[in-house]
C-alpha cells in the first residue's frame, strides 16, 4: 500500500505529559498537512510543509506545539503538555505541488489523541 | 473555525434514491473538493474541481464548480447502503483546505 500511514492510530496519555505523531507520505509528494479534527467538525489546518521547509502554521498551533520534516520525507508532529483540550484526531495529508492536481490531498488514517 | 457552510447537516435516505448536498462559502476559491470519511477513518477523496462552471463525475457521484467559485454540490445517484459515511466539502486557494462541517448519510436499506 502506497498511501499515507500514520502512527500511532490511538494514543491515551495523562494530562501534562508529551506526545509525538508520525505521518510517512506518499512517496512522490513534496508537501504535507497537518490537521486537527474534533467531534462532528471538519479537519482543521494546523501546518504544512513544502519539502522540509514549514511554510506556514495556524493560530490553533500554540507553542506547546511542534512539527519537524527534517529530510522533507516522514514529518512529526509534537504537543509538550498535553491538556484536554488537545483530545482530536490528528491527521495527516500529502500532496504533490505540480500539475492540476496541485491541490488533491490525501489523508492519512490519523491518530486519535485521548488525553485524561 | 469553518468558512464553509455545508447542508443539509444529516439525511436519511431510502436506497436507490438520488441524493444532493451543497457547500457555500464567503470567499472565492480556486479548487473544491469533495471527501468522504467513515468512522475512525480519514476521509477520502472523492472528487477534485479546478474550474469555474466544471461538472465532474466519479462513477455514482457529480458534483459542481459554482461559476461564482464560492459554492460547489454533491450528488450521488440511486444509493447503496455502502454511501454511509460523513461527506466534507473543502475549498482550496493554494494549499490549505477549508472543510464544512460534513453531512451525515445514513441509508434505509
Known amino acids: 500500500d502506497t498511501g499515507v500511514s500514520q502512527n500511532p492510530r490511538h494514543k491515551i496519555t495523562k494530562r501534562g505529559q508529551n506526545v509525538t505523531f508520525r505521518c510517512d507520505p506518499i512517496?512522490?509528494?513534496?508537501?504535507l498537512y497537518w490537521y486537527r479534527q474534533t467531534l462532528g467538525q471538519g479537519p482543521e489546518f494546523l501546518t504544512y510543509f513544502q519539502n522540509e521547509a514549514q511554510l506556514e502554521k495556524s493560530r490553533l498551533l500554540s507553542d506547546r506545539f511542534s512539527a519537524e520534516r527534517p529530510k522533507g520525507s516522514f514529518s512529526t508532529l509534537e504537543i509538550q503538555r498535553t491538556e484536554q483540550g488537545d483530545s482530536a484526531m490528528y491527521l495527516c495529508?500529502?500532496?504533490?505541488?505540480?500539475?492540476?492536481?496541485?491541490?488533491?490531498?490525501?489523508f492519512g488514517p490519523g491518530t486519535r489523541l485521548t488525553v485524561l | 473555525g469553518q468558512q464553509l457552510n455545508q447542508s443539509p447537516q444529516s439525511m436519511f435516505i431510502q436506497e436507490g434514491e438520488d441524493v444532493s448536498m451543497n457547500c457555500t462559502s464567503s470567499s472565492i476559491f480556486n479548487t473544491w473538493l469533495w471527501y468522504k470519511q467513515e468512522p475512525g477513518e480519514g476521509p477520502v477523496l472523492l472528487i477534485a474541481l479546478y474550474k469555474a462552471g466544471e461538472l465532474t463525475s466519479n462513477g455514482r457521484l457529480t458534483a459542481q464548480f459554482g461559476i461564482t467559485r464560492k459554492d460547489s454540490f454533491l450528488n450521488i445517484s440511486a444509493s447503496i447502503p455502502s454511501d454511509v459515511g460523513i461527506y466534507f466539502c473543502a475549498g482550496s486557494g493554494d494549499y490549505k483546505l477549508s472543510f464544512g462541517a460534513g453531512t451525515t448519510v445514513t441509508v434505509r436499506a
Open positions: 512517496s512522490e509528494h513534496n508537501r
Open positions: 495529508a500529502s500532496s504533490l505541488r505540480e500539475g492540476l492536481s496541485y491541490n488533491e490531498q490525501f
